[in-house]
C-alpha cells in the first residue's frame, strides 16, 4: 500500500547531540512538510518542501534543518537538541496544492523524539 | 496567515450521544479542513470544504461552512467508541496548514 514511513519512531538522544528523522513516502507526492506537535497541542508546521523547493516557516528555528535528496525521502535534522524540542515530528505528504482536488495532507506515523 | 479558533476544548460524550464541535474565525477563510487523529495517532483527513453554506456528510459525521465562510461545525451523532480522538479544523492556505487547536473528544460507554 502507498504510504508515508517514518523511522524511527522512538527516538532518545542526548542534549546537544544531533539528530536526524527520516520520512519516505511511496504516494510519488511533490510536497513533503515537517511538523511539530507537543503534547495536546495542534501540529505546528516547521517547513515544507514542493518538489525541490524548500520553504521554512518564519518561526521555525534554526536549529532545525532539511534535506530532500529526492522526491522519496526528507530528512529533518536537529544540529543541538535541546529539552524544548522534545515533542512528535510528523511527516505528511501532499499530490500537490495548486490543483483543487490535490490538497489533502497524508500524514506518517510520526517519530517521538526524547531528548535527555 | 488565517487563524481559527476551536470549541470547545474537551468534550465528553456519553455512547450514543450526539455532540459538535465549532471552528470560527475573525476572517472570510478560503477552505477548512477536517482531521482526526486518535490517541497515539496521526491526524487522518476527513474532509475539505470550500463553498459558503456547503454541508457534506459521511455516515454520522455532518460537516458544515458557514454561509459568510468564517466558521466550520462537526456534527457527529450516536457516537460511538470508536469516536475517541482529538478533531483538528484547519485552513489551507497554498498547501499551508494552519490547524485549529482542536477537541478533544472522550467517551463514556
Known amino acids: 500500500d502507498a504510504m508515508v514511513i517514518q523511522n524511527p519512531r522512538y527516538q532518545v538522544t542526548q542534549f546537544g547531540k544531533p539528530v536526524t528523522l527520516s520520512c519516505s513516502q511511496t504516494l510519488n507526492h511533490n510536497v513533503m512538510y515537517w511538523y511539530q506537535q507537543k503534547s495536546s497541542q495542534a501540529p505546528k508546521l516547521l517547513f515544507h518542501?514542493?518538489?525541490?523547493?524548500?520553504?521554512n516557516e518564519a518561526d521555525t528555528p534554526d536549529n532545525f534543518q532539511s534535506r530532500r535528496p529526492n522526491t522519496s525521502f526528507c530528512f529533518l535534522d536537529i544540529r543541538s537538541p535541546g529539552l524544548g524540542d522534545a515533542a512528535m515530528y510528523l511527516c505528511?505528504?501532499?499530490?500537490?496544492?495548486?490543483?483543487?482536488?490535490?490538497?489533502?495532507?497524508?500524514f506518517g506515523p510520526g517519530t517521538r523524539l526524547t531528548v535527555t | 496567515g488565517q487563524q481559527v479558533m476551536q470549541i470547545p476544548q474537551y468534550q465528553h460524550v456519553q455512547e450514543g450521544e450526539d455532540f459538535t464541535t465549532y471552528c470560527n474565525s475573525s476572517t472570510t477563510l478560503s477552505n477548512i479542513q477536517w482531521y482526526k487523529q486518535r490517541p497515539g495517532g496521526h491526524p487522518v483527513f476527513l474532509i475539505q470544504?470550500?463553498?459558503?453554506?456547503e454541508v457534506k456528510k459521511q455516515k454520522r459525521l455532518t460537516f458544515q461552512f458557514g454561509e459568510a465562510k468564517k466558521n466550520s461545525s462537526l456534527h457527529i451523532t450516536a457516537t460511538q467508541t470508536t469516536d475517541v480522538g482529538t478533531y483538528f479544523c484547519a485552513v489551507d492556505s497554498w498547501g499551508k496548514l494552519q490547524f485549529g487547536a482542536g477537541t478533544q473528544v472522550v467517551v463514556t460507554p
Open positions: 505528511a505528504t501532499s499530490r500537490d496544492f495548486s490543483a483543487p482536488l490535490d490538497y489533502e495532507q497524508y
Open positions: 518542501y514542493y518538489d525541490k523547493d524548500f520553504n
Open positions: 470544504l470550500v463553498k459558503s453554506g
